[in-house]
């Protein structure tokens, strides 16, 4: 006669693995969606480079060029901009299989939570990026330009520096661009109201320059750039909030509600 503690236990090991497994599965399935994306982009990624770089190279002084300082820079840099945009591409694919993975442990009302969820997330940050090639990047590299102009010195960057630099600056405002998301989410839950975010309001503007001071280029233009838009986003946000999900104050009893009721 088999023991019922003994079969549970195996019951519970069976179930762990069939998880694990699953969840190779889904990390395989994102991981060659990206590869397919990549593989169909490749034979474009000096094109790919050319582009994330024309920022950079509209500003540079009259015959002004890149620099490689490593031997194989000029091969593997613009391969690494190319997986970067198929990763980009492929991301929507990448966070169904997540939402996938996780959807049979969510309740009914997270569940229609996640789609919109994911999809403004995702509109947002391409919205940041979008921002930081099409305004940031023209004009730090015009101020900069313009301060090396009286010393005399010659505007040059090795092209490994500067992905560096631009993925920086990339994730620095596709982060800022997710701040209403964050902001309603932290209302949803319960961990702040809209008269909390309001009373903070001051902390924030300042958290928003610190930022900006160590994310960009030491002038205060560069600084302007990211700390403005940081703060009209977290007052979208409030408002969001305010219209989405109320003050905030009964969200944790709602969602507790919702949850039993599931």
């Not at 990206?34 to 790919?48: K, Q, S, T």
């Not at 480079?49 to 840099?77: C, E, H, W, Y």
Request: glycine share 6%; hydrophobic share 55%; net charge negative.
């Amino acid at each position: 006669m088999s023991d019922p503690q003994q079969t549970q236990d195996e019951g519970t090991e069976e179930t762990f693995i069939s998880h694990l497994v699953e969840l190779r599965d889904r990390i395989i399935r994102a991981g060659i969606s990206v590869i397919v994306v990549f593989l169909g982009l490749v034979y474009w990624a000096p094109d790919i480079f050319r582009l994330l770089a024309r920022p950079l190279m509209q500003n540079l002084p009259r015959d002004g060029k890149m620099i490689v300082t490593d031997v194989t820079g000029s091969f593997f840099v613009p391969m690494k901009v190319t997986m970067l945009v198929a990763f980009v591409i492929a991301l929507p694919f990448v966070l169904y299989q997540i939402w996938a993975f996780v959807a049979p442990g969510l309740y009914q009302h997270e569940k229609k939570l996640v789609a919109p969820l994911v999809g403004s997330s995702y509109t947002l940050f391409l919205c940041g990026m979008a921002f930081a090639y099409f305004v940031v990047f023209p004009t730090i590299f015009r101020v900069m330009a313009h301060y090396n102009a009286p010393l005399g010195a010659e505007m040059t960057t090795d092209i490994d520096n500067y992905l560096s630099f631009v993925l920086t600056m990339f994730i620095a405002f596709g982060v800022t661009f997710e701040v209403p998301i964050i902001v309603v989410l932290l209302v949803r839950m319960g961990v702040l109201t809209v008269k909390k975010l309001k009373e903070i309001r001051p902390y924030v503007i300042v958290g928003a320059f610190i930022v900006a001071a160590v994310v960009t280029p030491p002038d205060v233009f560069s600084q302007l750039i990211l700390a403005v838009p940081l703060i009209v986003l977290y007052e979208a946000g409030i408002i969001a909030a305010r219209l989405f999900v109320g003050t905030g104050e009964k969200s944790a009893t709602d969602e507790s509600e919702a949850a039993s009721e599931s």
